[in-house]
């Protein structure tokens, strides 16, 4: 079992940037992948961005160009620096952990990120 804690949210007006951090309880280099999800209300969770153990990434069309997804292992440590934001990217962003052993992933608790002027 891991935990995962988000923190980096907040209220940015369109055109800025956060950037969010997830923290792991235990090594993310022993999950297949590491990842960032969203959801607004209403709406199915959808994925944002994802990094694989061996660092290969892959983004949701509508954030391409503008989102990086990192990784330090040695701090067991996730982000997402998100730029040029858009009212649209307004959502709880999760950080999600897939294990190599099941198609059913950790998720931490969430953090709001709001885009508003």
């Known amino acids: 079992q891991v935990q995962l804690v988000e923190s980096g949210g907040g209220l940015v007006q369109p055109g800025g940037s956060l950037r969010l951090s997830c923290a792991a309880s235990g090594s993310i280099f022993s999950f297949k992948a590491m990842g960032w999800n969203r959801q607004t209300p209403g709406r199915q969770r959808e994925l944002v961005a994802e990094i694989t153990n061996g660092g290969n990434t892959n983004y949701a069309f509508s954030v391409k160009g503008r989102f990086i997804i990192s990784r330090d292992n040695a701090n067991n440590t996730v982000y997402l620096q998100m730029n040029s934001l858009k009212p649209e990217d307004t959502a709880v962003y999760y950080c999600?952990?897939?294990?190599?052993?099941?198609?059913?992933?950790?998720w931490g608790q969430g953090t709001q990120v709001t885009v508003s002027s």
């Open positions: 999600t952990a897939y294990p190599w052993d099941t198609v059913v992933p950790y």
